[in-house]
Every structure is written in structure tokens, then in C-alpha cells.
């Protein structure tokens, strides 16, 4: 069986080009600078770069590259391709240090490159999780830290992750200040349809839950109560082992800015795994559908998250 980097875009810079310019514009290229579609063509001069378009109504040149990730970027298209193509195919996360070595850029460059293709995995979606019948459980960890540790305070040191995940279906998490009832409930009511099976742990943030979902039970971790029927964590805490895996594992430190990006990523490969149909290429298809409006700076990646 051929190796999955073995693909012409992988090696080739056209065959690059053309192969997001098929995702990015499935019916035709489209000026960026003017949204014209009709009096476009590419510039084909032997001194002109690769991926080079030309609209002649707002007589502006163009790539594909303008308005995603890929902007104001020198690093090649097929060397893009193959960072996305292992990331999204690397269960725990594939660290900077080793895209630098694979494909042989600067580890600053690596770095920026895998926060961007994490930006790019940032959830679009705004449908609640679960439905009529459907299960979503929900549950929280703490990771890294964001401070002095205070031995009176317990977890409160550390960085919060809040998380749902549908039993057979998509996943959805993000970073909290804190993990109360006023911050999760919330959160749940935004997220989860009104209808679903809600399972949780028997924290007492989610105890007001009941009085907004359909169903919702809990399990009493603390009297060493892990499922009660259809009633578990199980699935949830699956998910967290995966990520706890990669950020400690592979990421090893990671400053509370950074950390929704490495959230998405995790979030991107749960909701596209292979269970739901999805492999290593397609997976990169969908997102290469999603760079369009997501560029970030070298200073914006560095900036603290307002």
C-alpha cells in the first residue's frame, strides 16, 4: 500500500496549488479583492510564481492563499499540505519539533505553521450537540497551570477545559475561567439541544441541569459509582484521556493563550474520526473547506487571548 504523503500535492508546488484551488473554489476561481468570478484568468509568464491569478475587472492579481491561513506565507503550498496532513492524522498531536525536522523549515516556522492550521480547526459550527433520543455527556478537567499554586485552593491553579461530547457523534470544548453552575449551565443550555439524554458526574454544578433538558442522570464518583446503566462518563472521560495524552505527552507545556487552539485541534480530529467515516485525507479536505477567514499573525499568536 502507497505511503498517504506519496500523492502528487504533497511534492509537487502546482499540483499544490491546484489541489486546494479545487476545495477553496469548487466552482471556479473568485477575486478575493472584488468577488469577480467572471474576468478572471491565470497569469502563465515563466516569470510569474506558481498559483498566480489575475482579475481584470478590479485589475488586481491574486492566490489562493489571500484571505485563509496560508496569507502573506512563504513556506510552499505542498509543504502546507503535508503539516496539515499530519496533524490531523496524529491522534495525539505531532509536536513543532518534529514538523520542523520532518519538513525541514525553522522551528519558529513550524510553530507558527501549527498554530495556524490549529486556528483553521476552530469549530464553525453553532448547532447544539444531541437532539430527540440522542446522548451527550458533559464533564470538565484541569490541566498546565495559570498561576502560584495555593494549597487551600485545590484545582484553581490550573487551566479549565469544559467539554461535551454526543455517544456516536461530534464533540465540542473550550476553555473556562471557572467550573461553577453560573459559567457551565449555561454553556449546556447554548450547546445541547433541550430534547437529549444529558449524562454527567455528580458535581454540583450540574444539578440545576434537570430543570432544562429532557433527561439528565448522573454517577456519584465519590461512592465509586462509574455507570449505572446508561448512565456513565465513560465516553467523555475517553476523550479527555486523549487529550491529557497529546498535551502532556507531545505538547508538554502550554501557556493559557495558546491553549483553545490545542482544544480545537483535539475537538477537529474527535468530531472527524474514523468511527464517523473519516480518514487522514478527508479529514485534511474538511480542513482545507475551513481556512477561509481565519489568518493570524506571528503577534496575535502571541498575544494574550482577550
Same mark, same amino acid.
Given at each position: ?220 464518583? #465519590? ?17 479527555? #484521556? ?36 473519516y480518514n487522514d485525507e478527508n479529514r485534511t479536505d474538511v480542513l482545507l473547506r475551513d481556512i477561509i477567514g481565519k489568518r493570524l499573525t506571528y503577534q496575535t499568536a502571541n498575544q494574550a487571548r482577550a
Amino acid at each position: 500500500m502507497a505511503s498517504g504523503l506519496s500523492a502528487k500535492h504533497f511534492h509537487d508546488e502546482q499540483e499544490a496549488y491546484d489541489y486546494v484551488e479545487a476545495r477553496i473554489w469548487p466552482n471556479g476561481p473568485m477575486c478575493p479583492h472584488c468577488g469577480g468570478v467572471e474576468r478572471v484568468g491565470k497569469l502563465q509568464g515563466k516569470s510569474t510564481r506558481v498559483g498566480v491569478w489575475k482579475c481584470y475587472q478590479c485589475r488586481k492579481p491574486f492566490t489562493v492563499k489571500i484571505g485563509t491561513i496560508f496569507e502573506d506565507s512563504k513556506v510552499p503550498m505542498h509543504l502546507w499540505l503535508q503539516a496539515m496532513y499530519l496533524i490531523v492524522g496524529s491522534k495525539k498531536g505531532i509536536s513543532s519539533n518534529q514538523l520542523h525536522r520532518i519538513l525541514g523549515v525553522t522551528l519558529k516556522t513550524a510553530w507558527f505553521m501549527s498554530h495556524r492550521i490549529r486556528e483553521a480547526m476552530q469549530d464553525n459550527d453553532i448547532w447544539p450537540l444531541g437532539g430527540l433520543g440522542a446522548s451527550v455527556e458533559a464533564d470538565e478537567t484541569f490541566i498546565g497551570n495559570e498561576g502560584l499554586r495555593d494549597p487551600t485552593k485545590g484545582f484553581h491553579h490550573k487551566m479549565k477545559v469544559f467539554a461535551l461530547v454526543e455517544r456516536g457523534g461530534r464533540s465540542r470544548a473550550m476553555v473556562v475561567e471557572n467550573v461553577n453552575a453560573k459559567t457551565l449551565v449555561p454553556l449546556l443550555r447554548e450547546n445541547v439541544q433541550r430534547l437529549s439524554k444529558l449524562y454527567t458526574d455528580h458535581a454540583f454544578a450540574y444539578q440545576s441541569a434537570k430543570l432544562y433538558f429532557y433527561h439528565h442522570e448522573s454517577v456519584n464518583h #465519590s461512592i465509586n459509582e462509574w455507570g449505572r446503566g446508561a448512565a456513565h462518563t465513560n465516553t467523555i472521560e475517553g476523550y479527555f #484521556s486523549i487529550f491529557k495524552r497529546g498535551m502532556k505527552g507531545i505538547y508538554q507545556h502550554c501557556a493559557k493563550k495558546h491553549l483553545h487552539r490545542y482544544v480545537a485541534e483535539f475537538n477537529f480530529r474527535y468530531s472527524n474520526r474514523a468511527a464517523l467515516g473519516y480518514n487522514d485525507e478527508n479529514r485534511t479536505d474538511v480542513l482545507l473547506r475551513d481556512i477561509i477567514g481565519k489568518r493570524l499573525t506571528y503577534q496575535t499568536a502571541n498575544q494574550a487571548r482577550a
